[in-house]
């Protein structure tokens, strides 16, 4: 990562418009971004999003015009984790959808219906984190972010509470109760 200071200098200044900035600001967050996106997909279903995919076009949402102002570093990658969470679950909901018929096409009598390669089962319970991340980031907004930062961005507990401003400590007390009460939601 970055010198915060120097990367959140160069947000504020892409931002106002430079971009000069915004390419610096391209360079400097690339790599961290890269390593969020392959956290992502590590070991999900998701196999038909790449990497690079997954990047850019969380990229493309964050730098949209009209999108989010950027304060600082902290705010930037926390925010790269929800839009990286978010286009995962949309990509995971396409997929459902296309699954239960929304791509269904009549076939001729002499059409081959060759689908070898079955969707993994674990695509309705990643769906159903996000339904129960969702619960709660209504009740308790502050552990709904330490779950996407661990598991969404692929944080480490001391990355984690660098980002949220947290102790190590506290991240791990949150990590445990935002678990217990996603365990409960999933099994219950």
């Known amino acids: 990562m970055s010198a915060p200071a120097d990367l959140t200098a160069q947000l504020q200044a892409a931002h106002a418009g430079d971009a000069a900035a915004a390419e610096a600001v391209w360079s400097l967050i690339y790599p961290e971004l890269r390593r969020i996106a392959h956290a992502r997909l590590r070991g999900t279903p998701v196999l038909t999003l790449s990497t690079e995919e997954l990047l850019h076009e969380g990229f493309l949402r964050l730098a949209q015009p009209g999108g989010p102002v950027l304060h600082d570093r902290r705010h930037f990658y ?7 969470r978010h286009l995962v679950i949309d990509h995971l909901r396409q997929r459902q959808a296309l699954r239960h018929g929304a791509d269904w096409q009549p076939l001729a009598w002499d059409t081959a219906c060759v689908d070898a390669a079955t969707r993994p089962a674990d695509d309705a319970r990643l769906l ?5 991340l969702q619960s709660l980031q209504q009740l308790e907004p502050g552990l709904a972010a330490v779950v996407e930062l661990r598991f969404f961005g692929g944080y480490t ?5 660098q980002a949220l401003g947290l102790s190590e400590r506290t991240l ?14 999933l099994d219950g």
Do not use: G, I, N
């Open 78 to 84: 926390a925010l790269a984790s929800k839009v990286m």
């Open 128 to 132: 159903a984190l996000d339904d129960a």
């Open 172 to 185: 791990r007390r949150q990590w445990t109760r935002a678990r217990a009460f996603l365990r409960l939601q």
């Open 157 to 161: 507990e001391a990355q984690a509470a």
